[in-house]
């Protein structure tokens, strides 16, 4: 794997050390900062707004003009994929995305591809390759089959993915030809970012913890491993984090088994703890609580002192533990990036 010292996150990833932190946080393109606010009422729908390279790419840049964070992610949504894969999508204001025909009432084999609508985001890929500061990290990303599969069964978010998991449990056989349809599209759009100039990729798995052990195996580790080596055979220099929010105890499994680069904590996780378990030269990305973060003061100064003591002997990216609240003050964000790279290891100089 190659190293890039003068890209400080792509030098972590690629599993060097740091003098200085990296950090770029979850959502950190989105609804705290002021300046997306006023360009999402420009352009009206959040997909309308993701569709539309110009401002998807305006919007991804946002955050690094205001703060300089050392990775710019995508802007973007994971439900791109089941899109692509035929299913309609929208976004209902207050209620979340909406997917039809949800597979509990549809099968797979009624739907029909139409991979054309991954083309924006390529073009967002491109306009952003172009602006970004040369230290800056270019992230994609894509969910993971698991999560999204949730959303193809159910049509929409749900508490504990009930719809998914009963799916699974009743016909393995169909809910298998539906994680593998999400595999391989995913796999195509992942690549098709990194061919229009990402330089890493994360896998969001924001629904792993609502499953037992076997089914983790069966969902969430076997599809992540898939995907990671269809990714290396193609493009084997570019770093996959993996994020398995709710994984827990099943961290280990998961990192040693999918083969990725970098493993993203949850806040629910001790960092100290998923030092002890962990590879002691596996990069890891985490794990703030935003609602830290949203508190602000002594509160947030603890919580970075003891995430960056807890994780100092290792390759390690600041990040949350999930995404940023949209109620966050932009003061907070200010002060987050002060302590993190006051000096190597959060120490002070």
Known sequence: ??????????????????????????????????????????????????????????????????????????????????????????????????????????????????????????????????????????????????????????????????EARQAAYADPGAFAEIIGAIEAMTVDYLSGQ???????????????????PAQFESWVIAPTARIVAALKARHPHIPVIGFPKGAGAKLAAYARETGVDAIGLDETVDPAWADSVLPADLPVQGNLDPLALLAGGEALEKAVARILSSLAGRPHIFNLGHGIIKETPIAHVERLLELVRRSPSGRAA
């Open 1 to 162: 794997m190659t190293l890039a010292p003068h890209k400080p996150l792509l030098h972590v990833l690629s599993g060097g050390k740091s003098d200085i932190i990296p950090i770029w946080l979850m959502r950190q393109a989105g609804r705290y900062l002021p300046e997306y606010r006023a360009l999402r009422a420009a352009k009206g729908g959040f997909l309308e707004l993701v569709n539309d390279h110009e401002a998807a790419a305006e919007v991804t840049l946002q955050p690094i003009a205001r703060f300089g964070f050392d990775g710019a992610i995508l802007f973007s949504d994971i439900l791109i994929v089941p899109y692509a894969l035929g299913q309609d999508l929208r976004f209902e204001a207050g209620e979340g995305p909406r997917l039809s025909p949800p597979l509990t009432d549809a099968v797979l084999s009624g739907l029909t591809a139409v991979p054309a609508r991954l083309e924006p985001v390529y073009r967002t890929v491109e306009k952003v390759k172009a602006a970004l500061p040369a230290e800056t990290t270019f992230l994609g990303f894509a969910g993971s089959p698991w999560t999204v599969a949730t959303y193809m069964v159910a049509g929409q978010g749900s508490r504990d993915q009930a």
């Open 194 to 212: 990194i061919e229009a100039g990402v330089e890493a990729v994360q896998l969001f798995d924001s629904w792993s913890g609502s499953l037992a």
